[in-house]
């Protein structure tokens, strides 16, 4: 899977504790118990927030008779607002052991503790229960992870559903040729090998291959496109705030990563794609 030590050159993963900077800027005071929608304002590192979240409820009816596997977890946002918000029972799974700590630090101190539980692994390998869950979420991860990987994380995932199940996956599409700097930005930004972005035709044919099947895929190029380049000018405009509340480091690293993706998206080889498939 993804070597948790090299994705770090994505500098979205870096000084993940500026979360906590954000709590006591809104008043709260360590150790304190956190209002979940306080913090998904900050603990959203997909696209298009909670909004997507609720698109996903959606999709995988969740609700408190569930459960829910989410792979690739990071610091817990998506997952914790869904766990929140329909009070079923999810597992979030991360391969970043500082990320897991953060993600499961946070959990506690918004009280949902026993409705969610955080495991530090690879999904590749792990096992946690042959047909356990009624759910699955997947945000931006798979293209981290090259092949034979990705298909044994895939074949993973469908192993751990329930027959039913659904899998809604969010994920960076390859829909044109890449230039130069398009694979030097995922490489060196994304953490991406640019030869394993696929296109939605060889997702699809990875989820049949895993044995999964009614795979629903709608095109989300434009909506990300929109959102990257409202993200970075969000945080150049944001600078003094940033750099008073998290230091100067904190938002060079995230200005620069803003602005790599802004400039993927808009050069228009690179897509997003809501999947959602399902095993019978």
Known sequence: MADQKAIKIMKLYNNAERVYNELKELGYKDGELVKVEDLSRFDQYHYCGTD????????????????LLDIGSGIGG???????????????????????????????????????THICGDMENIDLGHNLFDSALTLLVLLHIPNPHRQKVIESVYKHLKPGAKWYLEEFTRIGEF?????????????????????TDEYREMFIQAGFTNI????????????????????VDN??????????????????????????????????????????
């Open 52 to 67: 997507a979240m609720d698109r996903a409820i959606e999709q995988l009816h969740i609700d408190s008779y569930k459960k």
């Open 78 to 116: 998506p997952v914790r607002y869904i766990v929140h918000k329909t009070k079923c029972h999810a597992t979030a799974v991360e391969l970043q052991p500082d990320l897991n700590s953060i993600g499961e630090h946070l959990t506690k101190r918004c009280g949902l503790q026993e409705y969610l």
């Open 179 to 199: 230039t130069i700097e398009d694979k030097e930005i995922l490489k060196d930004d994304v953490y991406c090998d640019p030869d394993s972005l696929y296109t």
């Open 216 to 235: 629903e895929i709608t095109d989300m190029t434009d909506v990300w496109t929109e959102f990257v380049k409202e993200r970075w000018e969000i945080a």
């Open 239 to 280: 600078k003094e705030r940033c750099i008073a509340v998290h230091g100067e480091a904190v938002y060079k690293a995230q200005e620069y990563f803003n602005r790599k993706i802004n400039k993927l998206f808009q050069h228009g080889k690179v897509g997003g794609a809501m999947m959602v498939v399902q095993k019978l």
